[in-house]
């Protein structure tokens, strides 16, 4: 111990660089394990995709045929039994990702969370009722399967339940989950005052995403979700005429719920003739045969695959340049401070200390900068993450991995340097 305190106070400039170098190298290690963890959840999503064949489904109500379908309510209670048949059929899955913007009251947010900013449109006016003015925002209704096909994490709170996918009569009250940009404006419990459809409803938060979470869509290979309200795609469990209020006005919120399911995507491995069958059967067994099925473009999901398989190819090239940049440096420095410390190792030979005292007592010196480089950088992110245990065992595993490579590194440097160096000769000085 008294050989280790000798070497640790002398050429307190190399203690401090190499300290600051272990933060920074961990610190890229953090930023590898958050990477990896990022391109897994991507090469997951694309491997859900991949090999699929995926078809759009279209209604043909339009204008006056729509009028008609929903001027008697056995049409919702129609379009209604299809949505259901669609979500428990086994022969293909269906993806639900209606993008519909809803109002927000009192929204205190910038411009970007409109609809439409990206587009370089005007900002949606906003709207003035019950006391509270509400702002239009971008949203989403999402089912199930859009969850699971694309990896996504809720960051705090939960997901949708089964039973929060279905229609509720008795209340008004409807959970929902925010992108990431929207954790710096409201809490995990908080009630929003929103209207779908121009129908008033209570969102109740139940999460929020972690940044930068994303999901295919029909027309887009990526939507990021940070700036997004995400709604359950709701379906009815009983027959709408149930409760179909009487205003037509009020009525609309039903047929444009009905909607988005009934104009999901369909994945599968069946061929089109296979589709068609399904559907016919499902068309018959539920009285609704205004649809097509369109084979959704290819485009998007084509796209989402060059593009992951390129990221992941750009990510892995930068942390392997990197790495090697600030392993090299890291291992350098430590060669440098034993080759600088020749005059001292000469000494405490002299004092009675022995060869293997020495290189232990390096090996240490090295272990105590690598243990705070370690704890250092996880600090704030552990806070950040919320505690995720996962994330840290990955990282700990992986800081664990370069902690052995680089002490077997610095264990051949440190030999080399006795090589070369005749401590007899240091001893005649």
Known sequence: MTVFWILFKQNRFFNVLILLIAI????????????????????????????KNVYQLSDDLIESKETQFFSSVDGYDTLSKFNNELTTSSKFII????????????FKGDRSFDPYYQDGDEQTPPIKQNGHVYTSVLSLQI??????????QVLKGRKFTKKEYIYNSDTKTIPVILGH???????????????????EFKGHIIGFFGSSQKIMTANEPEVILDKYIILPALTFKTEVSNYLPKDPDAQMFFSATLYATANSLLITEASPLEIRKDMEYIAKSSGFKEFQIIGASGIAIDTLFSMTKANLTLIYLAIAITFFIALCAYTYIHYLKVKSNIDTYSVLLISGADMDSIRNSIIAEFLLSSMIGIIFPVIPFALLLSGSFSFLINYLFVSVIFLIIMLIIIRIAVKKVYAKVDIVQQLKR
Do not use: C, H
């Open 95 to 106: 993806y639900t990702d209606n993008w519909q913007p809803i109002e927000l009251a009192d």
């Open 24 to 51: 920074l190298f961990f610190f890229l290690v953090l930023m590898l394990v958050v990477n990896l963890n990022q391109a897994s959840i991507e090469t997951r999503t694309v491997s859900n995709f991949e090999g």
């Open 181 to 199: 940009d929207y954790s710096r404006m409201y809490k995990l419990g908080d009630d929003l005052n929103i209207l779908i459809y121009g129908e």
């Open 143 to 152: 089912n199930d399967s859009v969850f699971d096909l694309n990896a996504l």
